[in-house]
């Protein structure tokens, strides 16, 4: 060989040396680059899992509304308001990830203003679920599903993005790791080559003795080159005899394994530090490649190298502490001169930190494929049949209950026209363009075909879906079967015609009990009003009867009156049960009540020897009630302690607060007491509790009368009894504040009374008649009238007494009180419109029944106006202005012989 001179040998090496400085320059960047890469991929990865969890965070403040609106627990609201708070962190910090990315940050707008739109629903859909029920919400619940379908979209199209992005950027790194493991193998091939071309070189020149100093300079600067790479701590540098045992460890391999260069050199091949199981399955796999067997151990590592091919991959040493280490290795195969393999070169780099990626990849992609489930499972977990369709409408997904309505499988569905599902494809097709035309369609009514001909209900909710670029790409449906609802709606129509019968059958029985009890009453009063009549005359009679007469008299008037009470019992409980009775609550001074009760029952007890003990009443006590139903409850207990005493015993009535609104009033005996069995069957109807043999006469509906009627009132009734010692009967009803005047224009009344009704009148006094049989009432009245000079007061306690004081008075108008004991106001007001003595006066109605339905009632039965309490001073002025203004103009002239009652 012809030797170099020492000139050329210094070029050469000047090259050389700039060539691996530059190629070590390379190397140092792209090693540099790989960690850039897994910042980059962490930073990937970091939006990846942001945008997931905002998903999640999205489906639990679902979750929490459903719950809320299927169980009305706050609880769950709570836990929706926090994942809305989780959400908007989520979506502040993708702002700020996505900042080096204009197209993410447009989706981040994007779906900033989705989230909105749906959290908007959701509140929306509370406040009316709390207001209306679920029902009113259910049209927000379906489009708060769309909002939600678009956000899952969004979240899709930028998680795809970023998996992109993140696969681009993991194939540099992987690029560049290969790149540099080339790189450095190729230079430590070449710089050994030329090493040992200098070595012969050198060695010719030094048994030639005509070795330069220039050479030896450059042969130097080359072995410090070479201690550079092989000293390197980031490369792991293994090099082998032909027969595999280690002759070079350098300082990398040290470093990355943990073995001592000594420990290993000539001593293990780098298959004993490899896994057994890796090489093992390389070899098969190289057996296969190459159809011929491969052995195992170093021959698997170098078994490509040995044929001049290019071998870098994936190995796992086992280091000297027992971990493991992935590494990409360079397996390269050195030769001599004459091409006879010496040994094997393994270059390797530490390959942990793209497994962390791949395992972190791997992860991500797991969770993409869960995020891609569950929102397919919610999608196919919906009630309602789910429908997507192209602008042509063309369906292009659907979900599973579109299956089921259709008949159809979801691959023959999909690419059929939307319409051809349907009874009426012109109407499908309207619904589906006017979605497109003006955004959304809601409750449209459709009937959906399946392949076997049946038909569907269905309740067809529509709104148009866009792509990122807002371009409008076509229709999310949705269909819910409401075949049941329809055929609900047919069966509710059928059942209330049925009830209209049943009510017009009822009405009518009703009506003609009505009229039976009506016509019993006439027909029992008739023959026992001749009994008790032609009774009381014989008793009386001159000359008087005899003894025997007398006794036997005294029992036709005894067995009579109790007849005409059983009467009159009967038909109280009649009318309650059938709800005719009229209850006028107003309020009503209790002692005044008390006084007239007492009055009643005092000759009763009497004749039987009881002492009556009645408590002195707070004149402030007012309860609300009707003054007649009242009375008629008091004295039905009053007239049961009585007779139900023991001989010369005594009654006592006494009354307490209970509560703060509400009285107790407690009648007391001394009888025999009830035991806790009578006491259960005390309100049953014509229940005398075992008295059906004693000598009380009754008739075991007293009681039941007495119950219903204070309920009827608001109040309630009870009783508490000992036997030997007697029973407590009480009932509590509610307080009521004194009657007053309704202050609003009361100032302006007696102003205007005080001037211009005063100068009108002054000529001349006219008269209005007052029939009310509430103490309380009357004075208030009086207190009213008082202040107008041109009008005279004239009082009656009840309908006969007034229709008497009409008939001889003449006033000129009558004020009447609806309820009225014994003959109501509208009886009393029939009795005076068929007198022609009384038919032209105006009669007002003043009273508490003030429901619309009692207006209408009193203004049909010919009131000329109807009045309520409590009164209303302008109202009530007005009114009687109006009646005085018609009395005068349709009134009868007085002539010289009427009586003045003024």
């Given at each position: 060989m012809k030797a170099i001179s020492v000139e050329r040998l210094t070029l050469i090496g000047f090259g050389i040396t700039l060539l691996a400085l530059l190629m070590i320059g390379g190397i140092a960047w792209n090693i540099a680059v790989p960690f850039d890469s897994v910042k980059s991929i962490e930073h990937t990865r970091q939006i990846i899992e942001d945008l997931s969890e905002l998903s999640v965070k999205l489906s639990e403040a679902e979750n929490g509304q459903k719950a809320y609106f299927l169980t009305k627990e706050d609880s769950y609201i709570s836990q929706r308001n926090d994942s809305l708070t989780d959400l908007a962190k989520l979506i502040q910090h993708l702002h700020g990830l996505t900042r080096d990315n204009a197209q993410q940050q447009a989706r981040m707008l994007q779906l900033q203003k989705a989230v909105d739109e749906r959290v908007a629903i959701m509140h929306e859909g509370q406040k009316q679920f709390e207001a209306r029920g679920f029902a009113a919400t259910r049209a927000l619940f379906n489009a708060g599903l769309l909002v939600s379908s678009r956000v899952q979209t969004i979240l899709t199209d930028a998680i795809i993005d970023e998996q992109v992005l993140l696969d681009e950027r993991k194939l540099k790194a992987a690029f560049r790791i290969k790149l540099v493991v080339g790189s450095v193998g190729f230079l430590l091939v070449f710089l050994l080559l030329w090493a040992l071309q200098i070595r012969r070189a050198t060695l010719g020149r030094m048994a030639g003795e005509q070795t330069s100093l220039k050479v030896r300079e450059v042969l130097l600067k080359m072995g410090a080159l070479q201690d550079a790479i092989f000293n390197s701590p980031n490369f792991s540098i293994i090099a082998t005899d032909a027969q595999g045992l280690i002759q070079i460890f350098n300082v990398g391999a040290e470093h990355m394994l943990g073995y001592d260069a000594a420990d290993v050199v000539n001593l293990i091949s780098p298959a004993d530090i490899s896994d057994a199981d890796e090489l093992a399955a390389r070899a098969v796999a190289l057996s296969a490649e190459f159809n011929t067997p491969v052995a195992l151990g170093f021959d698997a590592l170098i078994f490509k190298a040995m044929r001049s091919l290019e071998d870098i991959h994936e190995l796992t040493y086992i280091c000297r502490d027992g971990s493991r280490l992935q590494a990409i290795v360079s397996v390269t195969a050195l030769r001599d001169a004459q091409g006879v393999v010496i040994g094997g070169l393994l270059i390797g780099t530490d390959n942990t930190a793209r497994k962390q990626v791949e395992a972190e990849q791997a992860l991500l992609d797991q969770r993409l494929r869960d995020q891609q489930f569950y929102t397919r499972s919610l999608i196919e977990a919906n009630i309602d049949a789910l429908i997507t369709t192209d602008l042509n409408g063309v369906i292009s997904d659907v979900n599973h209950q579109m299956e089921a309505i259709t008949g159809c499988t979801r691959d023959e569905l999909i690419g059929a026209p939307f319409k051809n599902y349907f009874t009426e494809p012109a109407a499908a097709e309207l619904a589906m363009k006017r979605a497109l035309q003006t955004g959304k369609v809601t409750n449209?009514?459709?009937?959906?075909?399946?392949?076997?001909?049946?038909?569907?209900?269905?309740?067809?909710?529509?709104?148009t879906i866009y792509d990122r670029e807002r371009r409008l790409q076509g229709v999310f449906a949705s269909a819910r079967d409401v075949t049941e609802y329809k055929l609900f709606e047919q069966r509710l129509q059928s059942s209330n015609v049925e009830l209209e019968l049943a009510k017009a059958v009822a009405e009518k029985a009703n009506l003609a009990k009505s009229e039976f009890l009506s016509s019993m009453s006439h027909e029992l009063r008739t023959p026992l009003n001749a009994v008790l009549g032609f009774a009381q005359l014989m008793a009386s009679d001159n000359p008087p009867p005899s003894d025997n007469q007398k006794l036997s008299i005294d029992q036709i008037l005894q067995a009579g009156w109790y007849l005409l009470r059983l009467i009159n019992e009967i038909l109280d409980l009649a009318m309650i049960e059938s709800g005719k009775v009229t209850i006028s609550k107003?309020?009503?001074?209790?002692?005044d009540v008390l006084l007239d009760c007492h009055a009643m029952i005092e000759p009763q007890a009497q004749t039987r020897g009881i002492k009556m003990i009645f408590p002195t009443i707070d004149l402030s006590l007012y309860v609300f009630a009707d003054r007649t139903r009242l009375k008629q409850v008091m004295v039905n207990l009053l007239s049961n302690a009585i007779k139900y005493n023991q001989h010369e015993g005594s009654v006592t009535v006494e009354y307490a607060m209970h509560g703060e609104s509400r009285i107790r009033i407690c009648v007391k005996d001394a009888g025999k007491g009830l035991s806790p069995d009578q006491v259960a069957q005390l309100f049953q109807p014509f229940n005398r509790l075992g008295q059906d043999a004693g000598n009380e006469e009754g008739t075991g509906i007293g009681l039941v009368v007495t119950k219903q009627l204070i309920e009827l009132m608001g109040g309630s009734i009870g009783v508490e009894s000992d036997v030997g010692v007697g029973s407590v009967f009480w009932i509590e009803l509610a307080l009521a504040s004194a009657p007053a005047l309704h202050e609003e224009g009361a100032d302006e009344f007696v102003v205007e009374a005080g001037d211009e009704r005063q100068a009108a009148h002054a000529s001349s006094q006219r008269s209005l008649l007052y029939v009310e049989d509430n103490p309380a009432n009357l004075a208030l009245v009086e207190q009213l009238i008082a202040r107008r000079s041109d009008l005279k007061l004239l009082t009656a306690v009840d309908a006969h007494l007034g229709i008497s004081t009409a008939q001889v008075c003449k006033p000129d108008v009558i004020l009447m009180d609806i309820n009225l004991p014994g003959l109501s106001g509208f009886g009393a007001l029939k009795i005076l419109a068929n007198d022609p003595l009384t038919a032209h006066i105006p009669v007002m109605a003043l009273s508490a029944n003030a429901?619309?339905?009692?207006?209408?009632?009193?203004?049909?039965?010919?009131?000329?106006?109807?009045?309520?309490?409590?009164i209303k001073v302008n109202e009530f002025m007005d009114a009687l202005d109006l009646a005085l203004h018609h009395a005068k103009e349709h009134g009868l002239v007085r002539t010289k012989g009427d009586i003045d009652c003024n």
């Open positions: 449209c009514e459709l009937t959906a075909i399946a392949k076997d001909g049946k038909e569907t209900e269905i309740s067809y909710n529509a709104s107003e309020s009503i001074l209790l002692s429901m619309p339905r009692d207006i209408e009632k009193g203004m049909d039965a010919g009131f000329f106006r109807y009045l309520t309490k409590p």
